[in-house]
């Protein structure tokens, strides 16, 4: 049961990170990333900055990380 919860949990989250795409930073940091991203995944729930598009993080002063490799523009 518990295998089931997790792989249906993880579906939500990986079927919502592609349809709604989204790009989180950290107010102690300058960069962005995919919400999946491992970096992205430990940044504190307090600390944690969503924005909508990769033109807004940049206006924000964030660059894109070097792991995740997330869009410096939109397509």
């Known amino acids: ?24 930073g950290s107010k102690n940091s300058n960069k962005y990333h995919y919400p999946e991203c491992k970096w992205a995944q430990k940044i504190k729930p307090e600390n944690l900055i969503k924005f909508k598009s990769p033109e807004e993080a940049f206006k924000a002063g964030y660059v894109p990380c070097k792991v995740c490799n997330p869009p410096e523009k939109s397509k």
């Open 1 to 24: 049961m518990k295998k089931i919860v997790l792989l249906v949990s993880f579906l939500f989250i990986f079927v919502y990170s592609a349809i709604a795409v989204e790009f989180w």
